[in-house]
């Protein structure tokens, strides 16, 4: 009755919820689901009470998600199924949810990929801290630019025209800069706000901008070095929960190449798969993509041979993860200084381009 009564309340409500966006769920909030589900699973809770319990803890985006969930289940579709029918979440969610049905250790599965989710909210908080000072100090030239444009450069415009000086080339395009940003600063703001929004859509939403962005960031000098690290240590961590949880070899590298999140990999990892449906092995098949570090494919060669691959992935994992810090920390140290020269040598440009035409004025009367 009381499971009854929590689908006739909450039926209408997801309704009305229907046209919320099919956004996937986010990382942080899948570790909160995945650890209470895990405890609760181990306590012997039934799947909807579980639920209910989720539910009042939840945000509205995923209680909206956690009452479809509900609901499939008591229409008689199994945990895999509800889940995957509210398109909120994941292949790679969804993959190792069905593996834990499965195996009947969902459990063990759900604790896994707590820990899994967790790993990855650190690793975007440190993507977001090294990303933070770079693009504030960004901000702040950008801002001081557009002060002495729209401040400064006229009171010297106003000098030179007073005392007759004829100011060098890079000075007038200065000089005429300011002046048009301060007669067309409506128009700039609005074509600037459209050209964000835009480049943000196009980059976000279409296949082969996405795709072109992939590519770059696997071809520009030093960042590519901490992105194929990101996407080790992201492809090995999901392998070896799949491998753990018993998915076929092939499907698990399906499912991982697409965790990374980059067209580029998935595209190479592609040939790897082949290789193994012919019967290759799969440090092998791996090495065909070109994708990894040969270190990689030798841990992962001595896995397959130990019948250890799962574990081995683990440590793996653990090893790139903390090579994957030492990079970050080491960007941090080096993208201040230079982002800091850069900001000096804008607005330094700035003003001597203002300056000297003052000091020639003063030479001349001299």
Same mark, same amino acid.
């Given at each position: 009755m009381q499971e009854t009564k929590y689908t006739n309340q909450h039926n209408a409500k997801v309704k009305t919820n229907s046209k919320i966006s099919n $956004?996937?769920?986010k990382s942080k909030e899948l570790k909160v689901l995945c650890k209470q589900m895990?405890?609760?699973?181990?306590?012997?809770? *039934?799947?909807?009470?579980?639920?209910?319990?989720?539910? #009042? $803890?939840s945000s509205k985006k =995923?209680?909206?998600?956690? *009452?479809? %969930?509900?609901?499939?289940? $008591?229409?008689?579709?199994?945990?895999?199924?509800?889940?995957?029918?509210?398109? =909120?979440?994941s292949n790679f969610f969804i993959n190792m949810?069905?593996?834990?049905? =499965?195996?009947?250790?969902?459990?063990?599965?759900?604790?896994?990929?707590?820990?899994? +989710?967790?790993? &990855? &909210?650190?690793?975007?908080?440190?993507?977001?801290n090294i990303s933070i000072y770079p693009i504030l100090l960004i901000i702040m030239s950008l801002v001081s630019g557009l002060f002495i444009l729209v401040f400064i450069i006229p009171n010297f415009e106003m000098i030179f025209q007073s005392n007759g000086i004829n100011p060098p080339l890079i000075t007038k395009i200065l000089i005429n800069a300011s002046i048009f940003i301060r007669e067309k600063y409506v128009y700039i703001a609005f074509l600037s706000l459209i050209s964000i929004l835009s480049i943000y859509y196009i980059i976000k939403y279409n296949p082969r901008a996405? +795709? @072109?962005?992939?590519?770059l960031k696997l071809k520009i000098p030093f960042i590519n070095q901490m992105i194929i690290l990101l996407i080790t240590t992201r492809f090995c961590r999901a392998l070896s929960i799949l491998v753990k949880s018993g998915v076929h070899i092939v499907d698990?590298?399906?499912?991982?190449?697409? %965790? %990374?999140?980059?067209? /580029?990999? +998935? *595209?190479?990892?592609? @040939?790897?798969?082949?290789?193994?449906?012919?019967g290759n092995n799969i440090s092998y098949s791996i090495s065909k993509s070109g994708v990894f570090q040969n270190s990689f494919i030798s841990m992962l060669r001595i896995g397959e041979e130990s019948g250890n691959l799962d574990n081995t992935l683990r440590v793996t994992d653990d090893f +790139?993860? &903390? #090579?994957?810090? /030492?990079?970050? #920390?080491?960007?941090?140290?080096?993208? *201040?200084?230079?982002?800091?020269? /850069?900001?000096?040598l804008v607005i330094g440009f700035f003003i001597i381009a203002m300056v000297i035409p003052m000091f020639d004025a003063i030479n001349s009367i001299q």
């Amino acid at each position: 009755m009381q499971e009854t009564k929590y689908t006739n309340q909450h039926n209408a409500k997801v309704k009305t919820n229907s046209k919320i966006s099919n $956004q996937k769920i986010k990382s942080k909030e899948l570790k909160v689901l995945c650890k209470q589900m895990s405890i609760l699973l181990k306590s012997g809770c *039934e799947i909807i009470k579980i639920l209910n319990i989720i539910h #009042e $803890q939840s945000s509205k985006k =995923l209680k909206n998600a956690i *009452e479809k %969930v509900s609901i499939n289940i $008591q229409n008689g579709n199994n945990i895999t199924e509800s889940f995957e029918k509210t398109n =909120l979440f994941s292949n790679f969610f969804i993959n190792m949810l069905r593996a834990g049905e =499965l195996s009947g250790n969902l459990d063990e599965i759900m604790n896994d990929l707590a820990k899994y +989710y967790d790993n &990855e &909210e650190k690793l975007k908080s440190k993507i977001i801290n090294i990303s933070i000072y770079p693009i504030l100090l960004i901000i702040m030239s950008l801002v001081s630019g557009l002060f002495i444009l729209v401040f400064i450069i006229p009171n010297f415009e106003m000098i030179f025209q007073s005392n007759g000086i004829n100011p060098p080339l890079i000075t007038k395009i200065l000089i005429n800069a300011s002046i048009f940003i301060r007669e067309k600063y409506v128009y700039i703001a609005f074509l600037s706000l459209i050209s964000i929004l835009s480049i943000y859509y196009i980059i976000k939403y279409n296949p082969r901008a996405k +795709y @072109i962005k992939d590519k770059l960031k696997l071809k520009i000098p030093f960042i590519n070095q901490m992105i194929i690290l990101l996407i080790t240590t992201r492809f090995c961590r999901a392998l070896s929960i799949l491998v753990k949880s018993g998915v076929h070899i092939v499907d698990a590298i399906d499912i991982s190449s697409k %965790v %990374v999140d980059n067209a /580029i990999v +998935y *595209e190479k990892l592609s @040939i790897s798969r082949d290789y193994i449906r012919r019967g290759n092995n799969i440090s092998y098949s791996i090495s065909k993509s070109g994708v990894f570090q040969n270190s990689f494919i030798s841990m992962l060669r001595i896995g397959e041979e130990s019948g250890n691959l799962d574990n081995t992935l683990r440590v793996t994992d653990d090893f +790139y993860s &903390e #090579e994957l810090n /030492i990079k970050i #920390e080491k960007t941090m140290k080096l993208a *201040e200084p230079i982002v800091t020269v /850069i900001v000096g040598l804008v607005i330094g440009f700035f003003i001597i381009a203002m300056v000297i035409p003052m000091f020639d004025a003063i030479n001349s009367i001299q």
